[in-house]
């Protein structure tokens, strides 16, 4: 079992920034990626990033060159750097671990970010 908790999310304008993390605790051993994805009213969830354990990074095209994704495995986090944000990024984002050999998807209960015109 893997439990993941996310925070840093809230209310932000037109180009400005916000980061978020992503705290993983209980079988962190079976661990390989962690990503994370969104969900807007009405749409249907959409990747945003993801990164593996030896740090190979993949992105949505809707976010490229505005988000970062980034890994610590010692402290079994991971973090998105949201720069340059547009009123279309407005969803709950959720952090997502899925495990080695058994490719098992775990999610956490997502936070809310609301970008403002």
């Known amino acids: 079992q893997v439990q993941l908790v996310e925070s840093g999310g809230g209310l932000v304008q037109a180009g400005g920034s916000l980061r978020l993390s992503c705290a993983a605790s209980g079988s962190i051993f079976s661990i390989n990626a962690m990503g994370w994805y969104r969900q807007a009213p009405g749409k249907q969830r959409q990747l945003v990033a993801t990164i593996t354990k030896d740090g190979s990074t993949n992105y949505g095209d809707s976010v490229k060159g505005r988000f970062t994704i980034s890994r610590d495995n010692a402290k079994n986090m991971v973090y998105l750097q949201m720069n340059s944000l547009k009123p279309e990024d407005t969803a709950v984002y959720y952090c997502?671990?899925?495990?080695?050999?058994?490719?098992?998807?775990?999610w956490g209960q997502g936070t809310q970010v609301t970008v403002s015109s």
């Open positions: 997502n671990a899925q495990t080695r050999y058994t490719l098992y998807n775990y």
